[in-house]
Nanobody, 112 residues
Framework: QVQLVESGGDLVQAGGSLRLSCVAS????????MGWYRQAPGKQRELVAT???????NYADSVKGRFTISRDNAKNTVYLQMNSLKPEDTAVYYC??????WGQGTQVTVSS
């Protein structure tokens, strides 16, 4: 069974930055598309960013220009660099290994 462990969530002021990490195990990481999703209280889980095995990326419009997804296949790790954070970015952030493996989530809280 695939295991995904996220870290890096924190409380940060608006305008600040955070980097989330997700370490994968029990998976052929290098050929797996990875993604970050988030879920705010009372809202559905939504896509934040994805990255293919070839490094092609896709972002939600709300985070374009502020967030960057990347991967290190040697470390079985996918990252989400989040800059210029806004209060509306507050959510639990989940790592996804395509198609349907999920981590436990890490809380990101942005104060105004």
């Amino acid at each position: 069974q695939v295991q995904l462990v996220e870290s890096g969530g924190d409380l940060v002021q608006a305008g600040g930055s955070l980097r989330l990490s997700c370490v994968a195990s029990r998976i052929i990481f290098s050929i797996t598309a990875m993604g970050w999703y988030r879920q705010a209280p009372g809202k559905q889980r939504e896509l934040v960013a994805t990255i293919t095995r070839y490094g092609l990326t896709n972002y939600a419009d709300s985070v374009k220009g502020r967030f960057t997804i990347s991967r290190d296949n040697a470390k079985n790790t996918v990252y989400l660099q989040m800059n210029s954070l806004k209060p509306e970015d507050t959510a639990v952030y989940y790592c996804n290994a395509y198609p349907n493996s999920w981590g436990q989530g890490t809380q990101v809280t942005v104060s105004s």
